[in-house]
């Protein structure tokens, strides 16, 4: 097992870890570049939580890919997506009962019995089919795992990988323990829909991501779609921004501001359209319910556009100032 | 590298202090946090808050109170005249006086247990006697705030919770949460006595045997049981129901796992508080309890529930159990309005309220239709006669 790097400059090296998540494709605000550093360098898994749409999947996406960029050998992504009924089976491993049958009959069918098959040889790895947990533990080189959406497996996985996640590494019953060679850097997330075990929680290092401000939205925008004109990008997200404090359903992340820019630039707008009817034809990419849909109407979205205090933005303001602190 | 003595002891002074806020901050929390300190440097302030921030905060409760309490201790000049959430001041945070303090406390602590019959000088400024703040030495510290130093809730008059009242409601609290039914669902889980046969994992544990049929996988219906949240009205007009209101919904977070929020002019979760009980926590309730003298603002509360604190896990299978009487100080409409909100995402809601008749608050009138039923809560005997209508 290997032991954390510390000798570096942690500044320094949180400022390239920032500059490599950047170059790929994901601009990270200086306090989860200190985490993600931090993280990696006491080897502890990080646990992402947010709304869906705010980029924790990515996170963990441009974080293989920077070590590319870094010119390193890259970094495998291991991704385990969990859902209700995950077992070990599907998440660590399973033995390649075919394979063992395959082997034990071929080695009746030899006429010498000097070659004869033992129990052992069966129950090795190379009878073993690695799942993305073995499979994450086995890397040699850098690996990324992710352990998308946790809060959709059951309560038993989560005590199975308490293990996984404290000492990076897996017990097999027939072989022994399975112990990483290289700790891979484990990023976890959830939307929060089942309150996680304390015990899962206190492995991990934690992290909130909300949703961007509007200047780092729209340097996120810009990043990825750089042809699109400054002003259209700049008022579409103005516009989400403003959308997300309407009471819906299921807010806009930041994929969908993406592809909203995305559409309005396909249809070849410089700027917001001043038709409504074109923003309309465009929503869909914003409001994924159909009660959403209704709930914004033309005049509605007139409102949004110009940025008018409208009636619910109004009192939203006001409720905030009025929160006792 | 040995970390120096002084940073490390106020370290572990900040721990506490989160502790006291309801962070579970160990040793092992304590030392990553050290060690984050000493990489990055003292004077590198940004980057420690940072690490320290993921290391120390466990969920998004703790997430959202970390600014407030980190500047709370690292930069208590920052927050002069605001209003403290605990009811105790602290000192200055000057290490020698820090430490002359603890020591002081350590003392007073010991001379007092030494005495016989005589209790130990309190932490918490709750256990102080009702009679003492006029009798207090001006240099003590004082409440701040709305927050009391004599409103202890167990210790307020009229308030006093025998053992065998405890018993009795965490007893009902075991018999409502035991009624309440679990939500079946369309899934299945893998059971060793299940009802039906798994055929795919039976199949697939056949593999094994060479094709035979040898260990067979039974699978059973999922049922998911009902998600609690309790939201009690601690205003001031609910301040002599607030005791009972906060057994209640401690009982049930201990029994049915409920999250547990209090109201006023804001909504606040205490589900961590509530697992606990020692005088600390008590008073650390009473604090955010404390009403500030506003109204009720039960609309803005709910809403700020259903779309915040509660918005993934309010669905179907969710029971909303509201403790109020139901007076808004903001207009009608709204509360009709936050309620339909709350309804919209399938959670039954009861409403709890203190008087024997249903409130005649105009805002709860209008807002009937969303709610499922009421019933009077003012004693232990109220609650053990809804046992069985609750379910």
Known sequence: MTTPDLSGRPTVEERLLRERLQRAGYLADADLATTVWLASALQRPL???????????????????????????????????????????????????????????????????ASRVREADVFSREYLLERPLLRAISQSGPCVLLIDEIDRADEAFEAFLLEVLADYQITVPEIGTIRATHIPQVILTSNGTRELSDALRRRCLYHYLDYPTLAREIAIVKAALPEADTRLVEEAVQFVQRLRREDLAKIPGIAETLDWVRALFKLDHHSLPEDMSAVLGTLGCLLKTREDRFAMGAERLRQLVEGRRSVGVAEKDADRAQTPS | MTPAAAPSQRLAAFAAMLREHGLTVGVAEQQAMLQAALYFGP???????????AIACHNLREWKLWPDVYERFWHPEKLRGGVKVSGQTRSSRNLRQSVQALHDQM????????????????????????GAPDAQDPGSPRAQGGASRTEALHQRDGQMWMPQELTALQQLARQITAKLQPRPTRRWRVAPRGQRLDLRQTLRRSVGWGGELMQ??????????????????????????????????????????????VFHTRLAEVTPLMHRDTPVIQEKVNAVTAGFGGGTRIAASL??????????????????????????????????AALKEVRAHGARITWFHPTRQVPAAAALQRARASIERFLPLASLADLAAARHVLH
Not at chain 1, 74 to 100: I, M, P, S
Not at chain 2, 107 to 127: I, M
Not at chain 2, 234 to 254: G, I, K, T
Request: with cysteine; net charge negative; glycine share 8%.
């Open chain 1, 47 to 113: 646990l992402l939580e947010g709304d869906a749409g705010v980029g924790k999947t990515a996170l963990a996406t441009a974080l293989a890919h920077s070590h590319v960029e870094h010119g390193e050998p890259g970094a495998t992504l291991v991704r385990l997506q969990c859902f209700e009924g995950l077992d070990l089976a599907q998440a660590a491993y399973e033995w390649n009962y075919g394979r063992q049958l395959m082997a034990i009959r071929l080695n009746e069918a030899a006429k010498d019995g």
């Open chain 2, 216 to 261: 067979p996988a039974w699978k059973l219906k999922r049922a998911e049981p009902p998600r609690l949240f309790i939201l009690a009205d601690v205003s001031r007009s609910m301040e002599s129901h607030a005791a009972l209101f906060l057994r209640v919904a401690r009982a049930f977070a201990l029994e049915a796992d409920a999250r547990v929020f």
């Open chain 2, 43 to 53: 004077l590198k302030e940004r980057p420690v808050q940072a690490a320290w921030r």
């Open chain 2, 107 to 130: 003392n007073a602590e010991q001379g007092a247990a030494s005495l016989p019959g005589c209790q130990a000088l309190s932490h918490s400024a709750g256990d102080m006697p009702s």
């Open chain 2, 303 to 336: 809403q700020d529930f259903a779309r915040h604190h509660a918005r993934a896990q309010l669905n179907r299978g969710s029971r909303v159990w509201v403790f109020s009487d139901g007076f808004d100080t903001d207009a009608p409409d709204l509360l009709a």
